[in-house]
């Protein structure tokens, strides 16, 4: 299935003035990369965020939130965050924002 082009230039949106952002293939989708840390993803519909193994427990139990999984093995740091919960602009750009965070806190590559 491909990646949800609109989510995904919606996502470029607030990326926009973000400093060392680049785009990069994976996943099936487009990630986001910022100093060469990955901040966030589209996939599918799905946008996933990267927030840490500290992060993810208590954001994965909201609506329309999981935590992402490789190959059935779940990966505590990164949520997926279904369509439905990013539909509104605020709602997306608090799931980017969290990602942005994360990835600016890491050293840059």
Partial sequence: M????GLA?????VLADEPGLTEKRMFGGVAFMLDGNMACAVT?????????????D???GQPGVRVSDM???????WL??????????????????????FARSLPPK
């Fill in 2 to 5: 491909a990646y949800d082009e």
């Fill in 9 to 13: 230039q919606r996502v470029r949106e």
């Fill in 44 to 56: 599918n519909d799905d946008l996933m965020v990267r927030v840490g193994k500290d992060g993810s």
């Fill in 58 to 60: 208590a954001l994965a």
């Fill in 71 to 77: 190959a059935g093995k779940p990966m505590k740091a």
């Fill in 80 to 101: 997926l965050v279904s369509a439905e919960a990013t539909q509104q602009d605020e709602d997306l750009t608090g799931w980017v924002r969290r990602g942005a965070d």
